[in-house]
Nanobody, 126 residues
């Protein structure tokens, strides 16, 4: 069993930065792939970024490439999402997710993730 708690969301002006954190409990964190998804009002949940268990491979949605960076610290059981050059269209609830993913194609699929956090709101004003 893995529990995930996100933090770091808030209100920021366009062009600003935020860093989200996702703290995990459970002994299997270091063997899990981790992903961030987001959901804006009236829209479906969408993939943002993911990282494999070692941190050696990362996957980004085209909309955030070059602006967002995912990283993880297995010793601290935490995954981070550094978000720079934020845009109003980045406004959403951001969710952290975990799963024992081994297939590259599965990282972008929300249905492949087993555990989810409660979400943290990110609002970018124009």
């Amino acid at each position: 069993q893995v529990q995930l708690i996100e933090s770091g969301g808030g209100l920021v002006q366009a062009g600003g930065s935020l860093r989200l954190s996702c703290a995990a409990s459970g002994r299997t964190f270091s063997s899990y792939g981790m992903g961030w998804f987001r959901q804006a009002p009236g829209k479906e949940r969408e993939f943002v970024v993911a990282i494999d268990w070692s941190g050696g491979s990362t996957y980004y949605a085209d909309s955030v490439k070059g602006r967002f960076t995912i990283s993880r610290d297995n010793g601290k059981k935490t995954v981070y999402l550094q978000m720079n050059s934020l845009k109003p269209e980045d406004t959403a609830v951001y969710y952290c997710a975990a799963a024992p993913i081994t297939t590259r194609a599965d990282y972008i699929r929300s249905d492949k993730y087993t555990y989810w956090g409660q979400g943290t709101q990110v609002t970018v004003s124009s």
